[in-house]
Protein backbone atom coordinates (compact mmCIF):
# COMPACT_ATOMS: atom_id res chain seq x y z
CA UNK A 1 0.00 0.00 0.00
CA UNK A 2 1.72 3.29 -0.64
CA UNK A 3 1.60 6.27 1.55
CA UNK A 4 -0.83 8.28 -0.28
CA UNK A 5 -3.03 5.19 -0.03
CA UNK A 6 -2.26 4.56 3.20
CA UNK A 7 -3.45 7.68 4.51
CA UNK A 8 -6.63 7.90 2.69
CA UNK A 9 -7.17 4.73 4.11
CA UNK A 10 -6.46 6.19 7.97
CA UNK A 11 -8.75 9.28 7.03
CA UNK A 12 -11.71 7.69 5.86
CA UNK A 13 -11.38 5.29 9.24
CA UNK A 14 -11.52 8.31 11.73
CA UNK A 15 -14.01 9.86 8.89
CA UNK A 16 -12.70 12.74 7.69
CA UNK A 17 -15.36 14.40 5.51
CA UNK A 18 -15.36 17.50 3.53
CA UNK A 19 -18.43 19.59 3.83
CA UNK A 20 -18.00 23.05 3.40
CA UNK A 21 -16.66 25.16 0.33
CA UNK A 22 -15.99 29.12 0.77
CA UNK A 23 -15.25 31.23 -2.02
CA UNK A 24 -14.04 34.37 -1.00
CA UNK A 25 -13.34 37.34 -3.21
CA UNK A 26 -11.74 40.60 -1.52
CA UNK A 27 -9.99 44.08 -2.61
CA UNK A 28 -7.52 46.09 -0.05
CA UNK A 29 -7.98 46.95 2.57
CA UNK A 30 -9.92 43.80 4.28
CA UNK A 31 -9.54 40.86 6.99
CA UNK A 32 -11.83 38.00 7.82
CA UNK A 33 -11.24 36.03 11.51
CA UNK A 34 -11.88 32.57 11.46
CA UNK A 35 -14.56 31.59 14.27
CA UNK A 36 -13.62 29.17 17.05
CA UNK A 37 -14.22 25.32 15.81
CA UNK A 38 -16.63 24.83 18.85
CA UNK A 39 -19.10 27.32 16.89
CA UNK A 40 -18.84 25.81 13.79
CA UNK A 41 -18.26 22.07 14.11
CA UNK A 42 -22.60 21.46 13.62
CA UNK A 43 -22.52 23.20 10.63
CA UNK A 44 -19.34 21.76 9.05
CA UNK A 45 -20.62 17.94 9.78
CA UNK A 46 -23.78 17.21 12.49
CA UNK A 47 -21.58 15.15 14.02
CA UNK A 48 -18.24 16.39 14.08
CA UNK A 49 -16.16 16.74 16.87
CA UNK A 50 -12.96 18.28 15.24
CA UNK A 51 -13.01 20.76 12.27
CA UNK A 52 -9.88 21.35 9.69
CA UNK A 53 -9.80 24.24 8.07
CA UNK A 54 -7.26 25.29 5.04
CA UNK A 55 -7.58 27.79 2.66
CA UNK A 56 -6.25 28.49 -1.72
CA UNK A 57 -5.25 31.09 -2.94
CA UNK A 58 -6.47 31.48 -6.21
CA UNK A 59 -5.31 34.89 -7.63
CA UNK A 60 -3.80 37.77 -5.49
CA UNK A 61 -1.99 37.54 -2.19
CA UNK A 62 -2.85 38.11 1.34
CA UNK A 63 -1.56 37.16 4.98
CA UNK A 64 -2.97 34.69 7.49
CA UNK A 65 -1.28 34.07 11.32
CA UNK A 66 -2.51 32.37 14.64
CA UNK A 67 -4.82 34.31 16.91
CA UNK A 68 -5.21 33.58 20.61
CA UNK A 69 -2.04 33.13 21.09
CA UNK A 70 -0.43 35.31 18.29
CA UNK A 71 1.52 33.59 16.17
CA UNK A 72 3.50 35.50 13.45
CA UNK A 73 2.27 36.88 9.60
CA UNK A 74 2.56 34.53 6.99
CA UNK A 75 2.57 35.75 3.49
CA UNK A 76 0.67 33.73 1.20
CA UNK A 77 0.78 34.02 -3.15
CA UNK A 78 -1.14 32.62 -5.74
CA UNK A 79 -1.16 28.69 -5.21
CA UNK A 80 -0.31 29.09 -1.39
CA UNK A 81 -2.05 26.61 0.64
CA UNK A 82 -2.64 26.74 4.44
CA UNK A 83 -4.09 24.39 6.60
CA UNK A 84 -5.69 24.36 10.18
CA UNK A 85 -5.07 21.08 11.23
CA UNK A 86 -6.35 21.65 15.08
CA UNK A 87 -8.70 24.46 13.63
CA UNK A 88 -6.96 27.19 15.29
CA UNK A 89 -8.72 30.37 15.51
CA UNK A 90 -6.89 32.83 12.63
CA UNK A 91 -7.21 36.06 10.79
CA UNK A 92 -6.90 36.41 6.86
CA UNK A 93 -6.02 39.73 5.98
CA UNK A 94 -5.01 42.18 3.29
CA UNK A 95 -2.20 43.70 5.29
CA UNK A 96 -0.46 41.50 8.30
CA UNK A 97 -1.78 44.05 10.99
CA UNK A 98 -5.34 43.79 10.42
CA UNK A 99 -7.59 42.15 12.81
CA UNK A 100 -10.99 41.32 12.93
CA UNK A 101 -13.66 40.07 15.56
CA UNK A 102 -15.02 36.24 13.96
CA UNK A 103 -18.44 36.28 12.51
CA UNK A 104 -20.90 33.15 12.05
CA UNK A 105 -23.29 34.65 9.13
CA UNK A 106 -21.44 32.64 6.79
CA UNK A 107 -22.10 29.53 8.83
CA UNK A 108 -25.64 30.56 9.26
CA UNK A 109 -26.22 31.07 6.18
CA UNK A 110 -25.36 27.51 5.23
CA UNK A 111 -26.84 26.19 8.22
CA UNK A 112 -30.11 27.49 6.62
CA UNK A 113 -29.51 25.70 3.30
CA UNK A 114 -27.91 27.50 1.43
CA UNK A 115 -25.92 25.98 -1.46
CA UNK A 116 -22.25 25.24 -1.83
CA UNK A 117 -19.95 26.85 -2.87
CA UNK A 118 -20.72 29.78 -0.61
CA UNK A 119 -19.75 33.29 -2.41
CA UNK A 120 -18.28 35.78 0.35
CA UNK A 121 -17.46 39.48 -1.16
CA UNK A 122 -15.17 41.71 0.69
CA UNK A 123 -14.49 43.65 -2.00
CA UNK A 124 -15.16 47.12 -0.14
CA UNK A 125 -11.48 48.31 -0.98
CA UNK A 126 -10.13 49.63 -4.27
CA UNK A 127 -7.20 47.49 -4.49
CA UNK A 128 -5.10 44.32 -4.41
CA UNK A 129 -7.76 42.01 -5.35
CA UNK A 130 -7.61 38.63 -4.11
CA UNK A 131 -9.63 35.31 -4.59
CA UNK A 132 -9.26 32.37 -2.57
CA UNK A 133 -11.04 29.13 -1.32
CA UNK A 134 -12.16 28.27 1.78
CA UNK A 135 -12.65 24.68 3.05
CA UNK A 136 -14.22 22.94 6.01
CA UNK A 137 -13.36 19.28 6.89
CA UNK A 138 -14.78 17.52 9.82
CA UNK A 139 -13.58 14.64 11.53
CA UNK A 140 -13.19 12.20 14.14
CA UNK A 141 -10.05 13.21 16.76
CA UNK A 142 -11.42 10.50 19.30
CA UNK A 143 -10.61 7.64 20.97
CA UNK A 144 -7.36 7.88 18.83
CA UNK A 145 -6.32 9.93 15.72
CA UNK A 146 -2.43 9.50 15.68
CA UNK A 147 -1.82 11.37 12.47
CA UNK A 148 -3.86 14.63 13.10
CA UNK A 149 -2.32 14.67 16.42
CA UNK A 150 1.24 14.94 14.93
CA UNK A 151 0.34 17.29 12.46
CA UNK A 152 1.64 21.10 13.69
CA UNK A 153 -0.66 23.96 14.22
CA UNK A 154 -0.17 25.02 10.73
CA UNK A 155 0.28 23.54 7.56
CA UNK A 156 1.94 25.78 4.86
CA UNK A 157 2.30 25.25 0.96
CA UNK A 158 4.16 27.82 -0.70
CA UNK A 159 3.71 27.32 -4.28
CA UNK A 160 1.08 24.76 -4.90
CA UNK A 161 1.00 25.71 -8.56
CA UNK A 162 4.11 24.61 -9.57
CA UNK A 163 5.68 22.25 -6.76
CA UNK A 164 6.25 18.63 -6.88
CA UNK A 165 4.43 16.59 -9.80
CA UNK A 166 1.35 19.30 -10.32
CA UNK A 167 -0.66 16.95 -8.59
CA UNK A 168 -1.84 19.76 -6.22
CA UNK A 169 -2.28 22.44 -8.71
CA UNK A 170 -4.41 20.29 -10.99
CA UNK A 171 -6.96 20.00 -7.38
CA UNK A 172 -6.49 23.61 -6.73
CA UNK A 173 -7.57 24.51 -10.41
CA UNK A 174 -10.31 21.84 -10.31
CA UNK A 175 -11.57 23.55 -7.29
CA UNK A 176 -11.49 26.78 -9.33
CA UNK A 177 -13.42 25.73 -11.80
CA UNK A 178 -16.04 24.00 -9.98
CA UNK A 179 -16.73 27.10 -8.05
CA UNK A 180 -18.35 28.78 -10.99
CA UNK A 181 -19.96 25.74 -12.15
CA UNK A 182 -23.53 25.12 -11.59
CA UNK A 183 -24.73 21.90 -12.60
CA UNK A 184 -25.93 19.03 -10.51
CA UNK A 185 -23.44 17.60 -7.79
CA UNK A 186 -21.14 20.82 -7.66
CA UNK A 187 -21.49 20.33 -4.19
CA UNK A 188 -20.44 16.60 -3.97
CA UNK A 189 -17.63 17.34 -6.10
CA UNK A 190 -16.54 19.83 -4.04
CA UNK A 191 -16.37 18.02 -1.16
CA UNK A 192 -14.44 15.82 -2.53
CA UNK A 193 -12.00 18.26 -4.01
CA UNK A 194 -11.43 19.77 -0.33
CA UNK A 195 -10.84 15.94 0.88
CA UNK A 196 -8.48 15.44 -2.01
CA UNK A 197 -6.08 18.60 -1.00
CA UNK A 198 -5.99 17.87 2.46
CA UNK A 199 -4.72 14.43 1.75
CA UNK A 200 -2.16 16.23 -0.19
CA UNK A 201 -1.20 18.94 1.67
CA UNK A 202 -0.26 15.86 4.51
CA UNK A 203 1.49 13.92 2.03
CA UNK A 204 3.70 17.03 1.34
CA UNK A 205 3.89 17.68 4.86
CA UNK A 206 5.30 14.24 5.86
CA UNK A 207 7.72 13.74 2.84
CA UNK A 208 9.40 17.67 4.51
CA UNK A 209 9.84 15.46 7.45
CA UNK A 210 13.83 15.41 8.48
CA UNK A 211 15.70 12.17 8.73
CA UNK A 212 15.59 10.98 12.37
CA UNK A 213 12.73 13.04 13.45
CA UNK A 214 9.70 11.20 16.18
CA UNK A 215 6.29 11.18 15.17
CA UNK A 216 3.57 9.25 13.51
CA UNK A 217 4.34 10.53 10.10
CA UNK A 218 8.15 10.00 10.72
CA UNK A 219 7.37 6.50 11.62
CA UNK A 220 5.08 6.10 8.70
CA UNK A 221 8.38 6.56 6.53
CA UNK A 222 10.76 4.57 8.67
CA UNK A 223 11.18 1.14 7.11
CA UNK A 224 10.48 -1.15 9.90
CA UNK A 225 7.62 0.98 11.87
CA UNK A 226 5.95 2.12 8.92
CA UNK A 227 5.63 -1.75 7.53
CA UNK A 228 4.63 -2.29 11.42
CA UNK A 229 2.00 0.43 10.71
CA UNK A 230 0.63 -1.22 7.64
CA UNK A 231 -0.02 -4.39 8.99
CA UNK A 232 -1.26 -3.22 12.52
CA UNK A 233 -3.87 -1.28 10.54
CA UNK A 234 -4.22 -3.72 7.98
CA UNK A 235 -5.43 -6.40 10.04
CA UNK A 236 -5.99 -5.02 13.58
CA UNK A 237 -8.29 -8.19 14.41
CA UNK A 238 -5.48 -10.45 14.17
CA UNK A 239 -3.69 -11.64 17.64
CA UNK A 240 -0.55 -9.71 16.57
CA UNK A 241 2.53 -10.20 19.29
CA UNK A 242 5.69 -8.13 19.15
CA UNK A 243 7.79 -11.11 17.95
CA UNK A 244 5.36 -11.77 15.09
CA UNK A 245 5.24 -8.02 14.14
CA UNK A 246 8.88 -7.83 14.64
CA UNK A 247 9.05 -10.76 11.97
CA UNK A 248 7.03 -9.41 9.25
CA UNK A 249 8.60 -5.96 9.62
CA UNK A 250 11.67 -7.94 8.90
CA UNK A 251 13.75 -6.78 12.40
CA UNK A 252 14.18 -7.81 15.93
CA UNK A 253 11.57 -8.03 17.97
CA UNK A 254 13.72 -5.55 20.63
CA UNK A 255 14.73 -3.28 17.39
CA UNK A 256 11.30 -2.94 16.65
CA UNK A 257 9.79 -2.64 20.17
CA UNK A 258 12.50 0.38 21.09
CA UNK A 259 11.86 1.88 16.98
CA UNK A 260 7.92 2.12 17.46
CA UNK A 261 7.75 3.37 20.72
CA UNK A 262 10.67 5.81 20.95
CA UNK A 263 9.06 7.78 17.55
CA UNK A 264 5.76 6.90 18.32
CA UNK A 265 5.60 7.17 21.95
CA UNK A 266 4.17 4.24 22.90
CA UNK A 267 4.75 0.19 22.48
CA UNK A 268 3.53 -1.37 19.48
CA UNK A 269 0.52 -3.64 21.45
CA UNK A 270 -0.65 0.14 23.03
CA UNK A 271 -0.90 1.23 20.07
CA UNK A 272 -2.20 -1.40 18.66
CA UNK A 273 -5.46 -1.50 21.29
CA UNK A 274 -5.95 2.54 20.67
CA UNK A 275 -6.46 1.38 17.02
CA UNK A 276 -8.40 -0.96 17.46
CA UNK A 277 -10.93 1.15 19.85
CA UNK A 278 -10.90 3.80 16.53
CA UNK A 279 -11.81 1.47 14.25
CA UNK A 280 -14.78 0.26 16.73
CA UNK A 281 -15.57 3.78 17.30
CA UNK A 282 -15.89 4.56 13.31
CA UNK A 283 -18.10 1.29 12.95
CA UNK A 284 -20.47 2.40 15.54
CA UNK A 285 -21.15 5.32 14.60
CA UNK A 286 -21.67 3.57 11.14
CA UNK A 287 -24.99 1.80 12.52
CA UNK A 288 -24.41 -1.12 9.73
CA UNK A 289 -23.07 -3.88 12.12
CA UNK A 290 -23.92 -5.07 15.19
CA UNK A 291 -21.53 -4.70 18.72
CA UNK A 292 -20.38 -7.87 18.41
CA UNK A 293 -19.87 -8.26 14.82
CA UNK A 294 -17.45 -5.11 15.72
CA UNK A 295 -16.06 -6.54 18.48
CA UNK A 296 -14.92 -9.67 16.06
CA UNK A 297 -13.53 -7.12 13.80
CA UNK A 298 -11.29 -5.75 15.85
CA UNK A 299 -10.22 -8.65 17.86
CA UNK A 300 -12.43 -9.34 20.89
CA UNK A 301 -13.72 -12.71 21.36
CA UNK A 302 -16.50 -11.58 22.99
CA UNK A 303 -19.12 -9.02 23.07
CA UNK A 304 -19.13 -8.31 26.50
CA UNK A 305 -15.36 -8.10 26.73
CA UNK A 306 -14.84 -5.51 23.79
CA UNK A 307 -17.52 -3.65 25.79
CA UNK A 308 -15.44 -3.00 28.92
CA UNK A 309 -11.95 -2.75 26.73
CA UNK A 310 -14.55 0.28 25.00
CA UNK A 311 -15.60 1.87 27.80
CA UNK A 312 -12.49 2.21 30.01
CA UNK A 313 -11.08 3.81 27.05
CA UNK A 314 -13.69 6.39 25.68
CA UNK A 315 -15.53 6.80 29.31
CA UNK A 316 -19.20 5.44 27.31
CA UNK A 317 -20.57 2.13 26.55
CA UNK A 318 -20.93 1.53 22.63
CA UNK A 319 -24.58 1.82 22.86
CA UNK A 320 -24.26 5.44 23.66
CA UNK A 321 -21.23 6.16 21.57
CA UNK A 322 -23.72 5.08 19.15
CA UNK A 323 -26.27 7.44 20.47
CA UNK A 324 -24.22 10.12 19.44
CA UNK A 325 -23.05 10.95 22.94
CA UNK A 326 -19.08 10.95 22.20
CA UNK A 327 -17.19 13.24 23.52
CA UNK A 328 -13.37 14.59 22.66
Given at each position: MSEQDFLSEM????????ALFFEVDAAAPWVAAAPPKERIAPTVVSDARHVIEYHVIVEGTCWTRLTNPNGPPIALG???????????????ASDPGLDAEPSLA?????????????HIDHRGGRTGTTRLLCGFLGCDVAPFNPLISALPRVIHV????????GFLGSLIAAAARETD?????????????????????IRRHAASIPDGADGWLAGLRDPAVGRALRLLHGDPARSWTVGALAREAGVSRSVLAERFTTMLGMPPMTYLSNWRMQRAASLIK???VTIAQIAEQVGYESEASFSRAFKRATGLSPAHWRQGASVD
Open positions: LRSVRLSGPGSVVVFPHGDTHVLAFDEVARGRSLPFPDGYESGDATGAGSDGVLVKLSELIFIEVGGA
